[in-house]
């Protein structure tokens, strides 16, 4: 791997156009609506995450973007084109690492970039895009003796050699190690800075955290949320927690005003979470802490490991996939 490049999601050109557009995109499979009226923008040089439940839609919605699928409804361009109807126009354009690999067990590497490099108008070198994912030591190396995590690694030089404008990738690190995925992080930045527009599906939320430009997590065929990962998180709110008291339930927890609260098993033991929304959220966590010290006081009793955090996007999935027991 040869790539450099910062730790930052990087700014993409706002300004520009986008060249993927979906407009209330409903996708169904007989009478199950997998899909339902999803819309979102893509522009050069920004990475946008689909983030979901599992079954929420994702892998779906980027079938129809490749082409694979007609929409049952909604609007889908690429360039303009309808990537279903017009697939000549994009070849070349877009490219994909899918979640089935479509890699042929007995070609090596080597061979395998190679013809995936036939396949393009203006392709990348095959040694240069092997180095890029790090398989230059596996070139010859038979594809059925490589790992799930280097398979991943192929599919991707295979989507790269083409030089696509535009990539799809469907959970592209699924399998790799730490520093594999690492590795794939720093290309995908450059990648970016090179100005492709980039539509990734993870369940790895730190994936998300550390590449997208903007997010939106999926739940039963619908976007819950959306918007950049500090947009997301400062319109969630503050988090307040602390182990709770013996002998007190949910239901004697007090209420501060522009909260709510769950309590969650961690480490064995009950905590009280507590979530402050609305404008002003640090005036208001403020005042939601100093009722919370009133009531403990009054009742005689403390409250330990308390505690005042941003939220973060694990409790923005989680209260999105419904995990939480929010009050
Ligand atoms: N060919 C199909 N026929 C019928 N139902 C399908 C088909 N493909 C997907 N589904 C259903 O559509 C829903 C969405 O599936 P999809 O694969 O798009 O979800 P996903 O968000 O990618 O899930 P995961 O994170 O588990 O990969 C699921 O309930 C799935 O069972």
């Keep these: 791997m040869t790539t450099t490049s910062t730790e930052s999601p990087g700014t993409p050109p706002a300004a520009a156009e986008p060249v993927v557009t979906v407009r ?10 997998a899909v339902r009226g999803v819309s979102f923008d893509i522009r050069p040089g920004e990475l946008f995450a689909l983030l979901g439940t599992n079954g929420a839609g994702k892998t779906t919605t980027v079938d129809v973007l490749e082409g ?19 697939p000549a126009a994009l070849r070349g354009r877009t490219n994909a690492v899918l979640q089935g690999d479509g890699l042929l067990d007995d070609l090596t590497v080597a ?74 992080w720093r290309l995908l930045r450059d990648l970016k800075e090179q100005g492709t527009a980039i539509l990734l599906t993870t369940h790895y939320l730190e994936e998300a ?21 500090q947009g997301v998180l400062a319109d969630w709110g503050d988090r307040i927690g602390f ?40 005036g208001r ?29 694990e409790d923005v999935f989680l209260r999105v996939a419904g995990d939480l027991n929010q009050n």
């Design 24 to 33: 209330d995109l409903r996708q169904s499979y007989g009478d199950f609506e």
């Design 68 to 86: 694979l699928r007609r929409a049952t409804s909604g609007t889908v361009r690429v360039f303009g084109h309808d990537p279903y109807g017009q």
């Design 111 to 184: 061979e395998t970039v190679v013809l995936s490099r036939d396949l393009a108008a203006d392709p990348r070198d095959p040694a240069e895009v092997m180095e890029l994912v790090g398989l230059t030591d596996k070139r010859s190396v038979a594809v059925r003796q490589l790992s799930g995590g280097q398979k991943r690694r192929l599919a991707l030089a295979c989507a790269l050699v083409t030089r696509p404008e535009v990539l799809y990738l469907d959970e592209p690190t699924t399998g790799m190690d730490p520093e594999g995925r690492h590795e794939i």
């Design 209 to 229: 955290e550390r590449l997208a430009d903007r997010l939106a997590i999926m739940h039963r065929g619908e976007i819950r949320v959306e918007g950049t990962l």
């Design 243 to 282: 182990r709770m008291p013996e002998d007190v339930g949910i239901a004697d927890l007090p209420r501060p005003a522009d909260t709510s609260v769950a309590v969650e098993t961690r480490d064995q033991a009950l905590w009280a979470a507590y979530t402050v929304s609305g404008p002003d959220i640090a």
């Design 285 to 313: 966590a403020s005042a939601a802490v100093a009722e919370l010290l009133a009531w403990a006081g009054e009742h005689g009793t403390s409250l330990q490991h308390l505690h005042v955090r941003g939220a973060s996007l």
